[in-house]
């Protein structure tokens, strides 16, 4: 943890980390939330103290949370203690109980966000409410249903709503627990950059381990906050224990969270001008080069009809594909990322050629 944490701290002097919520994933008994609560009201950086209170299971048999009994020891301790705690809803009786007990703040887990039907429902009970919302993206990397779940609770008339990334559920995640795919959060902040974007790296990466270098790279992504379990003994703990940092190794990470410095200066500006006005030039060259490549995919099918040949030929395409990633290798490119590219302009490629003569 050490390691991660120095390097992470080479990246920190610029970054915007506003808003820290850190808590256990479950309220596992009245001691476990005292001591963390103990420990986290101590940290002035937190701002909330998440807690897991009602934990549904992919599978039965399972710690499925406390219910009401945790929800009355974190009213009894945010009033010891000076805290705010915040926790997940999935129907509108847990909306309910938390407002009966004070709690102000709620989140809406990824499966919620994913269906429609039941943040419509949460919709309906939080009405009229003041309280705060932090909408999880959904399982899927389909970010017009996250966009869909905040809409849906501003219509609803819920004005402090928060965005958290907590990756994705993918047949290949890298090593991951859950998918970083950092291309969807930053879409959600291009279609509404005035909802504050936070991340959770425990539920991306699935193992202690990880959360620093994805605290990282959420930092480099300009990133406004961090969603963090913690826990007093996470080797002991009911759910996602692997996951949980220890109340040492949180405070480790956030005593490495440098100062905050302003994003702009006259000097940064000025180093970064020319390297960027180098680049607009260059993504010119390349739309000039895709524009003319698709110009060729307009002759070929010309071609390829008075020919009477189909428009995909697999081995054309195959030999294509092995040439341009040797290539790619060559001058440094990521194989992975090359792929991707290609199969991009081929799709467009192909639609232009049937396309032809419409």
Known sequence: M???????????????????????????????????TEALAAMPRVGLIRAGVWKPRTRPGGFEGLGEPALQWM???????????????????????????GIGTVWIGARTTGNPFMVGELCAALRGSAMQVLVKNPTSPD???????????????????????????????????????????????R??????????????G?????????????????FDGLMVEVHPDPDAALTDGPQQLTVADFAALLDNLAPLAAHRS???????????????????????????????????????????????????????????LQQATGL??????????LEKIHAESMRVQLNVGE
């Open 332 to 341: 440094g490119l990521d194989a992975d990322f090359t792929r991707a590219l």
């Open 206 to 222: 699935g193992s202690r381990e990880l959360v620093a270098p994805l605290v990282q790279t959420a930092s480099q992504f300009d």
């Open 266 to 324: 006259p000097l940064t500006e000025r180093q970064l001008e020319p390297l960027r006005r180098q680049i607009d030039e260059i993504d010119h060259e390349m739309l000039s080069l895709l524009a003319r490549r698709m110009e060729m995919s307009r002759q070929i099918a010309f071609v390829k009809r008075d020919l009477n040949l189909p428009v995909y030929q697999s081995d054309r395409w195959s030999d294509v594909v092995a040439d341009r």
């Open 75 to 101: 009213q009894a301790f945010a009033a010891e203690y000076g805290v705010r705690y915040c926790c997940e809803v999935a129907t509108p009786d847990h909306v309910a109980l938390c407002q009966r007990y």
């Open 143 to 189: 970010v017009r249903l996250w966009l869909g779940a905040i809409e849906r609770l501003r219509q609803c008339g819920i004005a402090d709503i928060s965005a958290v990334h907590r990756g994705f559920e993918m047949y290949h995640n890298h090593g991951y627990r859950n998918a970083p795919l950092w291309e969807v959060p930053m879409t959600l902040r």
């Open 2 to 36: 050490e390691k991660i944490v120095y390097l992470c701290k080479l990246f920190y002097a610029t970054v915007m980390i506003k808003t820290i919520i850190a808590g256990p994933c479950s309220v596992e008994s009245r001691e476990q939330l005292r001591i963390v």
């Open 191 to 204: 279609e509404m950059p005035e909802v504050p974007l936070l991340c959770d790296p425990s539920h991306i």
